[in-house]
């Protein structure tokens, strides 16, 4: 926390270091010569001569036997005498006759059964022996307040004497430092030149204190337009904080060290009752004389606070532009699934299939390249809707789509072909692979599918699957998948639940014309 008396000016401070020099010193002559009085050695008598008095009070009524009589004198004794606590008669037996005042919890005497300053005990003697004594009990002879500090008499005397001391000194040194001030040495019209200047300008002597400062710098902050002559620009708190940096890589300190200019250093200075601190660029530049020694640095400040405003605006403008780029992108894959995608199971519609299919087969083809198809049907999939309805039919999809999409690999396409069938493309798997993939299709829908749709227990799902390869002849896709298709045929014709490889027999259409 910053203390108040650091914001003074050179002069207060000055005059504040002479006032503490000058009561250290009489403080040290009063120690040496004893120049105030022995409070402690003062009140020592007074207490002494009081206690005897009282003792031979106590023990004239003691004789009498006048208990009356002596409780009223020490009670007259404690009001008369503020530094009195407490006062009590003792027997020597420990048996108190007459107190006043809390005695029992003002008074401790030492061990020994000696007095102290504020623990005085003088004995009474009745018959030429000790009959018992008189105990009274004093105040600190120092103050144990700040009040009672306040009104000290030596702490008042040095308080006059240096608050009179502190006017004296701070008007003496107003006067002779107006003599001393080494910004007289900067002319009035060069003061005029760089007041015209809207950058902010210091100009720092060879320690780096503040020769001169322009209206535009002092502008920069409050504390800035009381700025002294002569005060170190290291002490500008309000400044060098914005720099995050240690003294010695102040932008001033580096330049006047290297002797060479800075440019391009920033600064964030905080303002008073605003959010946005004051931005700046600093420029520092040596100054040197006919010799080549330093005389100072020259500190010029740009206020950027406007152009930063600006890019920040600009910055919010871009990161408000790239989420609408992200949002239109996010609407984009969505419109881009709905276009494609079965909505039911989430694989390819059947115009994504062959927009995608049709120029990789090309390719294949062209190439050489291995490729298979494999035409997939859920076997009896119309019992499922008449017996349980299509909710549930719609489930038994959605169950096999996802074992089948569990098989492949990420570069293999799955198409929802028709209502309960599916067509598979294998890029770069032979007949014999992909035979292998659609048998574990196959063992996988008729092991994990039924007890996938939970509205069933115990539910039976099977499909029967068709396989064909490029290698035996299909001039493209759609004939690829027909002789897949035939395949498939096959295998419901074989009595389902098995996968069939196409091997050139005819047609399903071929077929159908046959039986008809």
Not at 57 to 83: F, I, K, P, Y
């Amino acid at each position: 926390m910053r203390l108040h008396f650091l914001r003074l000016s050179p002069v207060a401070r000055i005059a504040l270091g002479l006032v503490g020099l000058l009561i250290s010193l009489l403080m040290a002559v009063d120690l040496v010569f004893g120049l105030l009085p022995d409070r402690s050695e003062i009140a020592r008598q007074v207490r002494q001569q009081l206690s005897e008095s009282l003792a031979v009070q106590a023990t004239a009524q003691l004789q009498a036997g006048d208990m009356s009589a002596l409780q009223r004198t020490l009670r007259e004794v404690l009001e008369r005498n503020h530094d009195l606590r407490s006062v009590a008669v003792r027997q020597s037996s420990g048996v108190v006759l007459v107190q006043v005042g809390d005695h029992p919890q003002y008074w401790h005497p030492p061990e020994d059964g000696s007095s102290t300053l504020t623990q005085v005990r003088v004995p009474v003697f009745a018959e030429g022996r000790a009959w018992g004594e008189v105990e009274l009990v004093f105040r600190p002879v120092l103050p144990e307040s700040l009040v009672e500090w306040l009104t000290y008499p030596p702490f008042v005397v040095l308080a006059l004497i240096g608050a009179l001391a502190f006017g004296a000194f701070y008007l003496y040194l107003r006067r002779v430092l107006e003599y001393l001030d080494p910004a007289k040495v900067v002319p009035d019209r060069v003061r005029t030149a760089f007041d015209t200047l809207a950058e902010g300008v210091m100009v720092l002597d060879e320690k780096g204190r503040v020769m001169l400062a322009n209206n535009a710098f002092r502008s920069f902050h409050p504390d800035a337009r009381e700025l002294a002559t002569g005060t170190p620009a290291n002490a500008l708190r309000w400044l060098v904080s914005g720099f995050h940096c240690s003294p010695d890589d102040f932008p001033w300190v580096r330049a006047m060290a290297s002797r060479s200019a800075l440019s391009g250093e920033t600064v964030e200075i905080p303002r008073p009752g605003e959010d946005e601190p004051l931005r700046a660029i600093v420029g520092c530049s040596p100054i040197q004389d006919g010799q080549g020694r330093l005389r100072g640095c020259l500190v010029n400040f740009s206020d950027v606070t406007i152009l930063h405003r600006i890019n920040d605006q600009l910055l919010v403008t871009l990161t408000e532009l790239e989420a609408s780029k992200d949002e239109i992108r996010r609407q984009n894959e969505a419109l881009h699934r709905l276009a494609t995608r079965d909505p039911m199971t989430g694989c390819l519609n059947r115009r994504a299939f062959f927009d995608a299919v049709d120029p990789l087969y090309a390719t294949l083809l062209a190439e050489g390249g291995e490729v298979c198809c494999i035409m997939g049907d859920i076997d009896h999939f119309k019992s499922f809707n008449d017996r349980y309805g299509h909710a549930v039919g719609d489930l038994v999809i959605k169950s096999v789509a996802k074992c089948m999409g569990a098989s492949l690999r990420e570069c293999d396409l799955l198409c929802r072909y028709g209502g309960e069938e599916f067509c598979f493309i294998l890029p770069g798997s032979t007949q014999e692979q992909a035979a292998e993939v659609a048998e574990r299709v196959r063992h996988s829908i008729e092991t994990q599918a039924g007890a996938a749709v939970r509205d069933i227990p115990g539910l039976r799902i099977t499909s029967s699957f068709g396989v064909a390869s490029i290698k035996l002849g299909a001039k493209d896709a759609p004939e690829l998948i027909d002789q897949a298709d035939n395949a498939l045929y096959e295998s419901k014709k074989s009595g389902r639940n098995r996968v069939s490889v196409w091997s050139g027999a005819r047609s399903v259409g071929a077929e159908a014309e046959a039986e008809a």
